[in-house]
């Protein structure tokens, strides 16, 4: 295989959601995978759509996920790379030679027809019931094309298109799929159909991979391909990221998130990557956890499905947790620096890493830590009424509670109880069950409740180690005599 290609070719025209990810994923794994290239080009010609800082976060997201380009802008306004510019606003004289070409083919011309004529036609035909096609209306006596008018590709003669496709396989489409349609438009600059063209052949990019939306404008592509005389890369569309329910493309609507908000949320980049490399893939076995690294060796176009895979938020974050469980304790610190509540921030760091030790493999998210770590720095409200929450303890008697409570206090206050060896607390835990002939769901139930008054905690053995014999005794009797 010739060196492979391949681009990532978002527009700066808001945030960068999920399906932006993952058709960033793919083309990067097939590049990396066969040791090619991965270019990073903005398409910016929608300048009524273009949003200021767009790019920047793109690049961002990009950096956040681990995926790392080639070529292309690289921050601050400058870029890497020999195939550049790699903006598309900066790459105008390239699109007018290539138009021009077609020009002195006889395969464009300029369009001096207003917007109301054009409507006209298309009211026209409408009202006829016919299909329209602009081809059968050109103006008889175009312009010379100065630049200011929009210049259209100019079929000259129709024919059926066949191609193959490296995810939906064989497709073709019949001969008016095709009609004059606009490669320049009046401000001078490229629409998608032309640019991209023109971008990835001049940048050497083999593999065009992207979302199956543009397949139906694929007979428009292959006919510029024809006329340019450029040859055909390899293609792939990837199946739509699909609604929960299953029934619909996932959209803002059904709760679609922007990758940035993901992040703030507490999401890793790793859940993230791992999460979005298997919506629509798989490698054939049972494994659901990979690393980029694992991605990249397995990764190939034959084995992403052509439907579409429906986007499961419960399944992202289950990944997100045992992503969070295999890190180490050093880096999970580092990763929750701003996730920390203003008591947790005022703990010194040796305390802050005790606690995340414990709260570790409860955490499904960053944003988890502080609910799980709060009662460690700071002693909880006695809350009664979070009893109800278990339904063991509910059926319960709050006087038959408090008594227990007052015999675990007079166990745990024992001198012989080690509360800096989690073992000791857990064998004197273990003998006030027996002792109270109580079941360990009411016993360590209440005793938990007392000490954190959270519906969720981590174990009690490292939660009254982190607490200390004295704080432990405090809460417990502030339990009972509330």
């Known amino acids: 295989m010739t060196n492979v290609r391949t681009r990532f070719a978002p527009s700066p025209t808001g945030y960068i959601h999920v399906g932006n990810v993952r058709s960033a994923l793919y083309p990067y794994f097939i590049a990396k995978h066969n040791h090619g290239q991965f270019i990073l080009r903005i398409e910016d010609t929608d300048r009524k759509r273009f949003v200021p800082g767009a790019e920047d976060l793109i690049i961002d997201i ?5 995926i790392e380009w080639d070529e292309g802008p690289v921050g601050d306004g400058t870029e890497k790379g020999d195939h550049g510019p790699y903006h598309q606003t900066a790459r105008r004289e390239h699109y007018i030679k290539w138009a021009q070409k077609l020009i002195d083919k006889g395969m464009a011309y300029a369009d001096s027809r207003s917007s ?10 409408k009202a006829s019931h016919s299909l329209f096609l602009y081809r059968h209306h050109r103006p008889e006596n175009p312009p010379e094309w100065d630049g200011h ?28 799929a095709v009609d004059d349609f606009i490669i320049i438009k009046s401000d ?34 292959l006919a510029l391909y024809d006329a340019l005389e450029i040859p055909r890369p390899i293609f792939a569309h990837l199946p739509h990221i699909l609604a929960p329910n299953g029934h619909k ?31 629509g893939w798989n490698d054939g076995t049972e494994q659901d956890i990979f690393t980029m690294k694992e991605l ?27 992503w969070i469980k295999r890190l180490s304790l050093d880096d999970l610190y580092k990763r929750c620096a701003n996730f920390w509540d203003e008591n947790g921030r005022k703990a010194s760091e040796d305390q802050r890493k005790a606690v995340l030790a414990v709260v570790q493999d409860r955490m499904k998210t960053l944003a988890d830590l ?9 002693r909880p409200e006695v809350n009664w009424d979070l009893i109800q929450a278990s339904k063991q303890l509910a059926k319960r008697e709050r006087s038959d509670l408090t008594s227990l409570l007052k015999k675990a206090e007079t166990k745990l206050a024992d001198e012989s109880v080690d509360f800096s060896d989690e073992e000791s607390i857990q064998n004197a835990l273990n003998e006030l069950l027996e002792e109270t002939g109580e079941k360990p769901v009411i016993m360590f139930g209440i005793i938990r409740f007392a000490l ?13 180690r982190l607490l200390g014999r004295d704080e432990t005794l405090a809460r417990i009797e502030a339990a009972i005599y509330s």
């Not at 940035?260 to 979005?276: H, I, K, Q, S």
């Not at 176009?301 to 045992?322: I, M, P, T, Y």
């Not at 609910?371 to 460690?376: A, K, M, Q, V």
């Open 62 to 66: 990009l950096k956040w996920l681990g």
């Open 296 to 322: 990249i060796e397995k990764f190939s176009l034959d084995r992403v499905q052509r439907s579409g895979a429906r986007f499961d938020e419960k399944r992202l974050l289950w990944l997100n947790g045992q």
């Open 116 to 125: 109301e004529e054009l409507e006209k036609l298309q009211a026209d035909a």
């Open 452 to 464: 954190t008054w959270a519906r969720f905690s981590p174990g009690l053995p490292e939660t009254m």
């Open 188 to 221: 001078g600059l490229p629409t998608y159909n032309f640019a991209h063209i023109v971008d990835d052949y001049e940048m050497g990019v083999t593999h065009v991979i992207r979302g199956q939306e543009y397949i139906s404008s694929m007979p428009k592509y």
């Open 370 to 378: 502080p609910s799980l770590s709060e009662y460690f720095f700071t």
């Open 149 to 176: 008018m929009p210049l259209r590709f100019k079929v000259t003669e129709p024919v059926d298109y066949h191609w193959h496709d490296e995810v939906m396989g064989d497709l073709s489409a019949g001969r008016d």
């Open 249 to 279: 493309k996932l959209g803002k609507r059904d709760g679609a998130k922007s990758v940035t908000e993901y992040r703030d949320e507490g999401y890793l980049p790793e859940a993230m990557v791992n999460f979005l490399a298997c919506l």
